[in-house]
């Protein structure tokens, strides 16, 4: 998972998002609080541009595992769950806020482009659990004027467990990836995502990021290492010129906004080409991927 910047909200969605938000708003007033029929409302997020801009923002990657993303068969994804809110993790006693987050269902900051995958039942699904001792976002309550004020109800003061690859902070920070499994050849390392932070675990738990520790490897062998050992030949062959050529290429391909698993290669990287061997070397560092500090938003 790398920083999204997601850009400019499309125009489509701005005047959707008022008039959709407002009809919810009825619905909501008129049944005193959320309700099926409000429930039945929660859809028109997902416009072809909308999910366009996403894609293109997001580089046709999925915002959770960073794999390649067919667009038509994938969806857009809430951050924050448009209806019920999960706090628990996988595995625990549930617990849900049932009112919550069902005005954010429009709201261009809370959409990200997804795989299938990351976003189904077994995955994202509705978990949006907080940091514990700290308590959701107040819920709208009925009557909300209209028309609705912006934002009907904040959430800037939340905890979220779950980080938001659009939200500023860079997920590099709280999710690496180490080879738990040396065996001698680095083709068979088998590689497994670490929480660096609270936030990074629950992240890891609720996407089950360690079931891509297939994919993981693969990438490795088939993109990462082929190159790496190319340097290797150039530099024990005495060609300095051509090793740095190489490792300026590799770092170039895979750390692009494009490369898919980006986040995977900058942590693999650090063990397959170690900074003590980087620096007796004169190789650069990899520069982190992702969006720059500052745009995420
Ligand atoms: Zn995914």
Redesign the pocket.
């Known amino acids: 998972m790398i920083r999204i910047a997601r850009g400019a909200e499309p125009r489509g969605l701005k005047t959707a998002a008022r008039r959709r938000l407002e009809a919810a708003v009825r619905v909501f007033n008129a049944h005193g609080g959320p309700s099926e029929a409000l429930t039945a409302m929660l859809d028109g997020y997902n416009a072809r541009a909308t999910k366009l801009a996403l894609y293109k923002a997001q580089h046709e990657k999925?915002?959770?595992?960073?794999?390649e993303?067919d667009f038509s068969s994938s969806p857009v994804e809430h951050y924050r769950p448009k209806d019920g809110a999960w706090r628990h993790l996988p595995g625990e006693k549930g617990r849900v806020d049932a009112g919550h987050y069902w005005w954010l269902t429009w709201t261009w900051s809370n959409l990200l482009f997804?795989?299938a995958?990351?976003?189904d039942a077994g995955h994202k699904a509705n978990y949006f659990p907080l940091r514990a001792g700290t308590g959701p976002a107040a819920v709208p309550a009925a009557p909300v004027p209209l028309p609705p004020p912006e934002p009907l109800a904040g959430v800037s003061a939340e905890h979220p467990l779950l980080i938001d690859p659009a939200g500023g902070e860079d997920p590099l920070d709280h999710i690496t990836w180490v080879p738990t499994s040396k065996s001698f050849d680095r083709r068979d390392w088998i590689w497994t995502p670490l929480g660096l932070t609270d936030e990074g675990d629950a992240t890891i738990a609720v996407?089950k990021l360690g079931e891509l520790a297939d994919r993981a490897q693969g990438h490795v062998r088939t993109k990462l290492l082929p190159s790496v050992e190319e340097m290797e030949e150039h530099l024990s062959a005495g060609r300095v010129q051509s090793a740095h050529r190489r490792w300026t290429r590799l770092l170039e391909d895979n750390l692009a906004p494009a490369a898919p698993l980006s986040a995977f290669t900058w942590h693999a990287l650090h063990y397959l080409v170690p900074a003590a061997y980087r620096r007796q070397h004169g190789l650069a560092d990899p520069t982190r991927p992702g969006a720059p500090r500052g745009a995420g938003r």
Do not use: F, I
């Open positions: 999925c915002a959770w595992c960073e794999r993303t997804s795989c995958r990351c976003n996407l």
